[in-house]
């Protein structure tokens, strides 16, 4: 089955700097890869995703690079913002059944 | 759109006895809807895919006879931790797939349950 790994598990940023998590996939068939934020208690939102034809997406602060051939995909967050702290989890899925199977998470603390 | 509940959120039982957790899609039908395990600070873990009308899909290491799923028609999925043991204590989250081709693949989160058994 599918293995993913993220890193690093913990992040301290000073406010205004750039976050970057990082995560691998071992399941070439995985195609789609989104990215979740978890506050404590509460269910992933959904920040951004990207899908195996693309190998860049941006949405205002944040950014997400697949590379394809490395099995490697990672999340970019600019300017970052104390209401940016949180966990964050990639994931991986295929359109065969569409299980994701997630990273281990990072938890992103903004320094203000 | 693409809404999912669960019910309840919280859950309090003592060892031994089960538990039943419902998760619904209220917008929309979800043929196929998925269970995870999440203890603190750690990851989301699937547990199994629940297909409408057919039997769940578990995955390895995940016991059936005890985490029972049902997902009797395209809006409720149900899990139920039988005979609970304070281990079973976690998050308990449901997704559901997106039935709207433009998002394929995405998955829509429930708000968790939080089981706790003493």
């Given at each position: 089955g599918e293995n993913v790994e993220q890193h690093p598990s913990t992040l301290s940023v000073q406010e205004g700097d750039s976050a970057v998590i990082k995560c691998t996939y071992s399941d070439s068939a995985s195609n789609?890869?989104?990215?979740?934020?978890?506050?404590?208690?509460?269910?992933?939102?959904?920040?951004?995703?990207?899908?195996?034809?693309?190998?860049?997406k941006k949405d205002q602060r944040i950014a997400v690079t697949l590379n394809k051939t490395a099995k490697h995909f990672s999340l970019h967050i600019t300017e970052t913002q104390?209401?940016?702290?949180?966990?964050?989890?990639?994931?991986?899925?295929?359109?065969?059944?569409?299980?994701?199977?997630?990273?281990?998470g990072t938890s992103l603390t903004v320094i203000p | 759109?693409?809404?999912?509940?669960q019910h309840p959120s919280r859950v309090i039982c003592k060892s031994g006895t089960s538990v039943k957790i419902e998760c619904r899609s209220l917008d929309?039908?979800?043929?196929t809807m998925f269970w995870y395990r999440q203890f603190p600070k750690q990851s989301l873990m699937l547990m199994a895919t629940s297909n409408e009308g057919s039997k769940a899909t578990y995955e390895q290491g995940v016991e059936k006879?005890?985490?029972?799923?049902?997902?009797?028609s395209l809006t409720l999925s149900t899990l139920t931790v039988t005979s609970a043991h304070p281990e079973d204590s976690s998050f308990y989250i449901c997704s559901a797939d997106s039935s709207n081709p433009?998002?394929?693949?995405?998955q829509f989160f429930g708000p968790g349950t939080r089981l706790t058994v003493l």
């Open positions: 789609y890869f989104p990215w979740y934020k978890q506050e404590l208690g509460k269910r992933p939102q959904l920040i951004i995703d990207i899908r195996s034809n693309v190998g860049e104390p209401e940016d702290s949180a966990v964050y989890f990639c994931a991986a899925s295929s359109d065969t059944g569409n299980q994701f199977y997630f990273g281990t | 759109g693409a809404v999912v509940s929309f039908q979800a043929t006879d005890k985490f029972l799923i049902n997902h009797a433009s998002s394929y693949n995405e």
